[in-house]
């Protein structure tokens, strides 16, 4: 069992609720780090009396470094700071960040050694095999915190066998929009985008859910975490979202993971595993949930995920391009400055703007990032 802890990306949904998870199990934490958000940093660096924290923002670090000049914790900055954080030794870090901006972090942790619970789903998609070689080279395992390939993972516990898996069934509560039609999507607002019905995430996340683009990074995402062919991957919308995801092995038994949706579950089984604690998240009581769901996606209206399942399949570059493209647009969305199918439209244009290149450095990864992001930007200006 762990004893020790960094949380990067601690002020973001997933990072607030990794420390009340780390204050339960009385680790101690090692390191925190977040973009800008001083205020809310401060308070944790008061609360858990980290020996590291790290801003990305430069400037918002320099405010930092004034307002915790009182306590033992050393402030470090920009990206490079989180990276230091990352490499602090802790027996664990949590990746929390949001986006490509957690990929060189993860690599960090992996290089020192540390086990990684990574929520940072981004990573993976764009730099999935150079993560996945390293993590083996190094001999250290990558925890998923992301719920479906919580309860995929937990749904392997037991299983020793080799090629016994028939699929992967990743479930998807099809976000706010499921059930409308592409015309309907046309006039969707950011306020009508940003109302998940199940989960309370950060905006990039809830606005992945929105387009589903969330499903095909997951796809993206399990196909690496567990070694999966995409075509093996299938998606299942369960609008309850009490099902977390499903393994069918060979013999057409399939084991499932429920439970109430509450990222507390997969964060602790991440910190903890492969042993069980009390949690404070409630009792799933099925005769209350009555009904659990399941359906076909939309494959058409929502063709991000089928996108992201013909990135992964076509391989190289290709992963690390649409989550660029898509982490634009995204972002563009929420600044209101294009409309909500202008994300798949993005998200497509990718595939024309990457080199066909399949064998590539990180920095190939960042260079890809970096220009499909300014031809992103270029597709709507
Ligand atoms: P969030 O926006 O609430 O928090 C993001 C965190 O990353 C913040 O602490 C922020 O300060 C930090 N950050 C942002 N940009 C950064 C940068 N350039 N450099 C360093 N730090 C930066 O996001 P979230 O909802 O907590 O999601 C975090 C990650 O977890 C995402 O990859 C998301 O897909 C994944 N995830 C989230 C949930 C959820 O329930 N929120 C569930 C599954 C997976
Ligand atoms: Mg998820």
Not at 244 to 259: F, M, P
């Amino acid at each position: 069992m762990i004893k020790n802890l960094a949380v990067l990306g601690s002020t973001g949904s997933i990072g607030v609720q990794a420390l009340e998870v780390a204050e339960l199990m009385e680790f101690k934490i090692e390191a925190l780090t977040a973009n800008s958000r001083t205020d809310i940093l401060e308070e944790q660096i008061r609360k858990f009396r980290p020996r590291l924290a790290a801003v990305a923002d430069e400037k918002a670090a320099a405010d930092l470094k004034i307002r915790v000049a009182d306590t033992s914790t050393t402030v470090l900055s920009g990206s490079k700071g989180v990276e230091e954080c990352a490499r602090c030794g802790a027996d664990s870090v949590l990746n929390s960040i949001v986006g490509i901006a957690g990929l060189a972090p993860t690599l960090a942790a992996i290089e020192t050694g540390s086990s990684i619970a990574l929520a940072n789903k981004e990573t993976l998609v764009a730099g999935g095999k150079i993560v996945m070689d390293s993590a083996a080279a190094k001999g250290v395992s990558i925890l998923p915190v992301d719920s479906e390939h919580s309860a995929i993972f937990q749904s392997l516990q037991g299983y020793r066998g080799k090629n016994q898996i028939k699929r992967l069934i990743l479930t998807a509560s099809g976000g706010p929009f499921f059930g409308k039609t592409r015309a309907e999507l046309e006039k969707v607002t950011l306020a009508q985008a940003l109302k998940h019905p199940n989960w309370s995430m950060g905006a990039k996340i809830t606005i992945d859910s929105a387009t589903m683009m969330n499903k095909g990074l997951e796809l993206i995402e399990a196909a690496w975490l567990f070694g999966i062919k995409a075509e093996n991957i299938d998606i299942l919308v369960h609008r309850q979202s009490i099902v977390h995801s499903l393994v069918e092995y060979v013999d057409n038994s399939v084991i499932a993971q429920l439970g109430v949706p509450d990222m507390r579950i997969p964060i602790q089984y991440a910190l903890t595993y492969p042993d069980r604690y009390q949690s404070p998240v409630k009792q799933l009581d099925l005769a209350e949930a009555a009904t659990l769901t399941f359906e076909r996606p939309d494959y058409e209206t929502f063709s991000c995920i089928n996108l992201c399942r013909r990135a992964f399949e076509k391989g190289g570059l290709y992963p690390a391009a649409v989550n660029a493209a898509n982490e634009k647009a995204n972002e563009l969305f929420r600044e209101g400055k294009i409309g909500f199918l202008d994300i798949p439209k993005a998200v497509e244009a990718a595939f024309d703007l990457v080199a066909p290149v399949y064998d590539y450095t990180l920095e190939d990864v960042f260079e890809t990032d970096k220009s499909i992001r300014f031809a992103t930007e270029r597709l709507f200006l």
